[in-house]
Structures are given as C-alpha cells and as structure tokens.
C-alpha cells in the first residue's frame, strides 16, 4: 500500500513560536533531506543542521529527525525540520519541499497514512484528533486512553467473543444432529447474553467519552419573565444575555459553551413561550421550540412564587421523548419558598435564585447527573457519536439473537451483522467514504 507521492505540511500551529516544525512522509525523502541538509541525517538521532534554499542559502538552523521506513508514524520514511516557529521561516522551509518535490499534505494525511499502514486503527486515528481538540483535561486523558488502544482493544474481544460465537454456530449448523441441538442452543444463548452484557458495558463508557468530546445541548425554558436569562448569565459568569422586568425580552436564541467538570454544556437560552401578537418576538418563539426539539436536556425554568403553571405543562407535552427535564423554581430569593414540590412525572426539580446565586450547585448537579456521568467520566475512552451509533446496532442485533425462538440461521446471521457494526469501529472494514470523511476533519500536518 506504499504511497508514491511524498507530503509535506508544517505541522506545528501558524503563527509566532519557539519552534515551527516541517513534516514530510514518502519516497522523496532522503533525496529532500540531502538537498536541504546537505547530506541525510542519521536515522533516530537528533542532528543540528543548516536548512538550505535552492541558491544554500541558509533558511534556519535546527534539529532534524530522520525515520526511515517503516519505523515511522506513518509507516514510510519522514523527515522532520524542527526550525523556528515564524511564519517566513516555515513558508521558505515547506517552499523548498514542494519545490523538491514533495506535494502540500491534506488534512489528516499523515494520520490517514499511518492507519494504511496499519500503525494505527481508525479509533486510534480518531483519538488523535481528540486529543488535539481536546478542550479539558479530562477530554484529554480520554483521548489519550483511546489512542494507547484501550478502546480498540474493548472493541476487538468484543468481536473476538463474536467470532467465537459464530465460529460454533455455524459448525453446529453443519452438522444438525439431533442431540447435539439442545446443548448448542443453550451454549449459544449463554454466548449471546455474555456478548450483550460485555457490549453494553463498552456502550457505557463510550457514550460518556463521547459527551466529553461532543458536550451535551442544555436548553433554558419557560415563560417569559421567570428568569432565564438571568440564569443563562449566572451560568456562565458573565452577562451574556439582556434582562429586563419587561416580559418578552429574549428573542433571538442565545448560545453560550460553558465546561462544567470538563464536560462541555451548549447552554441555550430562549424567548420565552407564550402568543403573542408582536411578530418579531413570534418568531422567536418559534425558535425557542426548534432548539427545544433538539434538546439533550431542557431546564424548564419556572417562578418559585408560581410553581408549574398550566403554560408549562403545555411545554413538558412538547419536550421529546426521552429527554430530561430539569424543573428549576428561580427566584427564590422573593421570599415564597412556598411548597419545594418534587418535579412532574420524574423530572427533577431545583430550587435556585439566578439574582443571589443560590442553588446553582443543585442545579449544575441535576444537570451532570442526568447527563449519565454517575459511572464518572474518568474511566471513559473518547469516543464519537459514529461509535456510540455502531456500539448501539451492534448491541441490537445481539439482542436480536437472543430473541426466544429464533432458528439457528436466523441467530447466526445477527451475529455477523453485530460484528460488521463493531468493525466499522476500529476500520477493519472501513468503506473508503469513511475514511475520507474522518480524515478530512483533521487539522493539516497530522
Ligand atoms: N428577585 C429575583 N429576580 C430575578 C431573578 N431572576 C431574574 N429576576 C428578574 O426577573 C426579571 C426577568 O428576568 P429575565 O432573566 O430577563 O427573564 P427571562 O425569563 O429571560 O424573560 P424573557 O426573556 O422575557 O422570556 C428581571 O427583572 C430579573 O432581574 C431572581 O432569582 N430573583
Ligand atoms: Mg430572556
């Protein structure tokens, strides 16, 4: 799978730095390092060295690293500059590349490269761009957990486990005896239970690495005038939305992210939902239920003094199913602490007042808590929403062979189909439409 063109890339971030590093990968790369060093550098070591321009004019002096294939990232000879980091420095230093022969790398390549050559899996390639992305320490160390493997390495017992499975089945199709059937049947069913509760396991941890990586869309609710702004501005520290006494203030949704625990909230604050004859504001709520339709978690925010209003009901109606809701009774402070009632139907009620700050502990805690981090997010790997949907059919078509009275082809089959689902995890069969869409999402020079 050797790749006869040679990329290069400044990998490190434009701009002003310490050190600016060139990355080239290919063929070219001893006849480039020659020509720009004046002879290639010994393999694995750090060599000071003039880089040189076409005219051996000096462009900079640093350190090259030479990793002759296959013992690279990407499997192929590499050649690293580690120069200055200024911007003219890093242009002439790439310039001089494309001029010997090498071509601008895409987005990803060098990573697209490694996961050809087998260096890395897909999960692992993706976990390297999570790990350059990563916004919190926390996001980071799951990342880094990923790209050691240790999501890989779930995914692959998994498919073993399903390998196994299937491997007995289908000798046992091939040989239908009579009383070889009951005892392959009940092996299977024990297989099948044991491969769901490992999968489910691996669905878990998962999806909280992927609300680390991903965060989780928290929308503000209710009726004009409760208060949502003003929390949507205790929340976030800052006075990002406009409060007024004057109901109706809000139109336009406001968008602010906020990182609570290392998990990003995509905090959403809304106009608030009545009829309403000014047009301007109509619009906006109408906005208010389209991100209201997106939700992961609403905060149906409610005057303390006033409790749930026939209004709101309407709106928990309107609340998809499935998504949390967090009552949240504001403005405590006004001294009506009448009845802390608990929340409709299972929703969690919070009691706080955005004007003095208390109860938002409370309410930050209700809102991590529905976001599923109670098994904590430290042993979570990162993981992508294109995980957590493969996890989920994988876990289906298990549950779907262990559906009673189904016949041993039937049971065998949707066991292949989970393993398929589990292999476009880690890419063992990656479509090529696949890998362009994950690659093309990287930063250049990765
Ligand atoms: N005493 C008290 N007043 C509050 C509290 N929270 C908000 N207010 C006041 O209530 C009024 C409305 O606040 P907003 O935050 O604009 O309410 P809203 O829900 O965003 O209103 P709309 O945008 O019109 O839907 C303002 O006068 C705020 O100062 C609180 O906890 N205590
Ligand atoms: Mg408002």
């Not at 434009?14 to 070219?28: N, T």
């Not at 044991?194 to 609710?221: C, K, N, P, T, Y």
């Not at 209710?222 to 990002?240: F, H, I, M, T, W």
Request: glycine share 10%.
């Amino acid at each position: 799978m050797a790749n006869a063109d040679t990329i290069a890339a400044t990998a490190t971030a434009p701009g002003r730095g310490g050190i600016g590093v060139l990355r080239v990968s290919g063929p070219r790369v001893p006849a480039i390092a020659e020509a720009m060093l004046g002879a290639c550098p010994r393999p694995r070591h750090a060599t000071l060295g003039d880089f040189r321009d076409a005219d051996d004019r000096l462009i900079d002096q640093g350190l090259a690293l030479y990793f002759p294939a296959p013992h690279s990232y990407t499997g192929e000879d590499v050649l690293e500059l580690q120069g200055h980091g200024g911007v003219a420095v890093q242009r002439l230093l790439l310039a001089r590349a494309l001029a010997l022969g090498a071509r601008l790398a895409e987005p990803g390549e060098f990573t697209k490269r490694a996961f050809l050559a087998g260096k890395l899996d897909l999960a692992q390639a993706e976990a390297v761009a999570d790990l350059i992305d990563a916004a919190s320490a926390q996001a980071a160390r799951s990342a880094a957990r990923s790209l050691e493997g240790e999501f890989s390495r779930r995914v692959d017992a998994l498919v073993a486990g399903l390998v196994e499975a299937r491997m007995y089945l289908e000798a046992t199709l091939d040989f239908p005896e009579e009383e070889l059937e009951g005892h392959a049947a009940s092996r299977t069913r024990a297989d099948v239970a044991a491969l769901l509760g490992q999968v489910r396991d691996v669905e878990r941890a998962a999806s909280a690495g992927r609300l680390l990586r991903e965060g989780l869309r928290v929308v503000l609710a209710g009726q004009p005038n409760v208060g949502k702004s003003s929390l949507l501005n205790r929340l976030a520290g800052d006075e990002v939305a406009i409060v007024t006494a004057l109901p109706g203030t809000t139109r336009d949704p406001i968008r602010e992210t906020l990182s609570l625990e290392g998990i990003p909230l995509h905090v959403t604050d809304t106009a608030g939902l009545r009829e309403t004859t000014d047009a301007v504001e109509r619009i906006g709520v109408e906005k208010a239920w389209g991100a209201l339709a997106k939700a992961d978690v609403v905060l149906l925010v409610l005057d303390a003094r006033e409790g749930r209003r026939v209004a709101d009901r309407a709106v928990l109606a309107r609340v998809p199913a499935g998504v949390p809701v967090v009552e949240v009774h504001n403005k405590i402070d006004l001294g009506c602490e009448a009845a802390r009632v608990p929340g409709e139907e299972g929703a969690s009620a919070v009691f706080v007042s955005a004007l003095t700050g208390e109860g938002m502990d409370d309410l930050k805690r209700a809102v991590l808590a529905l976001a599923g981090r109670v098994p904590s997010t430290e042993g979570a790997f990162m993981a992508r929403e294109r995980h957590v949907r493969a996890l989920a059919r994988a876990r289906t078509h298990l549950e779907g062979a262990g559906e009673p009275g189904l016949g041993p082809e039937l049971v065998a089959e949707e066991l292949r189909l989970a393993q398929e689902a589990l292999n476009t995890i880690t890419g063992a069969f990656g479509a090529d439409d696949l890998l362009g869409e994950i690659f093309s999402r990287f930063c250049i020079g990765k």
